[in-house]
């Protein structure tokens, strides 16, 4: 699971997102600190109202075993529920679910479309050139059809909206 900097992403949207600054800088203050409990007790509540920087992070959580037990299926539910609404990062992780079998049924044509979704959507030419890797390694395990299957599925997909 690739991962740039601990709470990154929540950081970045307590710029960008007035009405949940305060408990997400909270929330990566308690994380930073180790406090995992607390970080859980922030986030939950936004995660469980479609906050997609908290559901990424619920997983992410979850994925490690940082203050609750190791999920592998509640990490692919919040994951997903993030990835839905077109969070790249979680886009990624979910491919890596997929391609990892982790919580999921492993499947390349899902592990690839999600990957190809994160790579269309990341603008840090790093943070692509991984999604690219990744995407190209589970493509280097699949048929011609599979990949095909793969790309369709990919630009078929609607991010869901939030309510």
């Known amino acids: 699971m690739r991962r740039t900097t601990p709470m990154a992403m929540l950081l970045l949207a307590a710029l960008t997102r ?4 305060g408990p997400i800088e909270d929330a990566s203050a308690a994380y930073n600190r180790g406090d ?10 936004l995660a469980e ?7 990424r992070e619920v997983g992410f959580m979850y994925y ?15 994951f997903r529920a993030a990835a839905e609404q077109g969070f790249v990062s979680a886009q990624h992780d979910l491919g890596v679910m997929y391609l990892n079998g982790q919580g999921v049924t492993q499947d390349y044509v899902l592990a690839h479309m999600w990957f190809n979704l994160a790579a269309s959507h990341t603008s840090k030419n790093e943070d692509r050139e991984s999604v690219v890797k990744d995407r190209d390694s589970v493509a280097s395990k699949m048929t011609p059809e599979q990949i095909a299957e793969a790309q369709k599925l990919a630009r078929e997909w609607k991010p869901e909206k939030n309510n």
């Open 18 to 21: 007035s009405t949940a600054a």
């Open 49 to 55: 109202h479609g906050v997609a920087e908290a559901e």
């Open 36 to 45: 995992y409990n607390t970080t859980l007790r922030i986030l939950r509540p």
């Open 64 to 78: 490690r075993g940082e203050g609750v037990p190791q999920n592998y299926i509640e990490a692919v539910k919040w």
